[in-house]
């Protein structure tokens, strides 16, 4: 399930991309918040989720929706400084290391050394993506940025590890996205939303908010439950190989010799982690 959510995350760049011109990073964010926070919450109330919970980790769902918000307004500044396929790289590249260690200090989750050697091959394919082709931009402050989104990712992550252990996914996952379009609330009252009425503006909208963040959190959460965090969010580096193809067959960008190495290794880490056990049940530590 953490796969298939990483796929559909691995769209949300090029989405961006293909939004009509004067959609703004931040209200591109906020708009994908706010779509996705509407369409959890009444999927939850649909199933009476809210009725199921037991007391509510206001804490925890406080920490998760504030990492959230700060996740799209550096992801998406980030994605139109230095291009589609380094914002993607380097923010959720950088998110397992942080993840993982995250993790192991908050949560005494100790990664088995599976995940060290696929998170090392997924990292190390991700470096190659990255410095493949001249086509591809490297901007210093969107590498901080996008350093910025994989950080506010993986706090996004432990917190929500926390949130779910006391409540059902779309409880959390709504209460999580509906806080944190609340949070960007402001940045509606100051963007140009021009784009939203336009009918590829419209598109773009209503596939992050959807697709994006509805279907892929939903996703996302459930998988959550029965894996570390640690390696919920090494597979979800199929995020940045999703955008990377995406990047070549849909915005023209070139696939060189490096860029396809890099995604073999990519794919390597992930099949190493998915099919060699990495779904087993976390390994506290004692203490």
Do not use: N
Request: aromatic share 8%; proline share 5%.
């Amino acid at each position: 399930m953490v796969l298939a959510a990483a796929v559909c995350w691995g769209t949300t760049g090029t989405a961006q991309a293909l939004a009509p011109p004067g959609a703004q990073p931040a209200a591109v964010g906020a708009v994908r918040l706010l779509l996705g926070g509407l369409s959890l919450l009444g999927y939850a109330a649909w199933r009476g989720a809210f009725r199921r919970g037991g007391r509510w980790p206001w804490r925890a769902t406080l920490l998760a929706a504030t990492c959230m918000a700060a996740y799209q307004l550096c992801f998406f500044a980030a994605v139109a400084r230095t291009g589609v396929a380094v914002g993607t790289l380097v923010a959720i590249g950088s998110a397992p290391i942080l993840g993982g260690g995250i993790a192991w200090l908050r949560l005494r989750e100790r990664p088995e050394r599976r995940w060290f050697w696929a998170t090392l091959l997924a990292i190390a394919g991700c470096g190659l993506l990255i410095a493949a082709g001249k086509s591809l931009r490297v901007d210093l402050g969107g590498i901080f940025l996008a350093l910025g989104a994989g950080l506010a990712y993986a706090l996004f992550t432990v917190a929500s590890k926390g949130l779910l252990e006391s409540q059902p996914p779309q409880a959390a996952m709504a209460a999580v996205f509906s806080l944190g379009a609340l949070l960007l609330s402001p940045v509606f009252f100051r963007a140009d939303l021009a784009w939203l009425v336009q009918p590829r503006g419209a598109a773009v909208a209503l596939h992050l908010g959807i697709v994006t963040v509805a279907l892929a959190y939903s996703l996302f959460a459930r998988g959550l439950r029965g894996v570390p965090v640690a390696t919920a969010v090494t597979l979800t580096l199929a995020e940045p190989l999703t955008a990377g193809f995406l990047g070549i067959f849909l915005l023209g960008e070139r696939l060189t010799p490096p860029a396809a190495l890099g995604s073999a290794l990519v794919f390597a880490g992930l099949a190493l982690l998915a099919l060699g056990g990495g779904a087993a049940q976390p390994r506290r530590e004692a203490g």
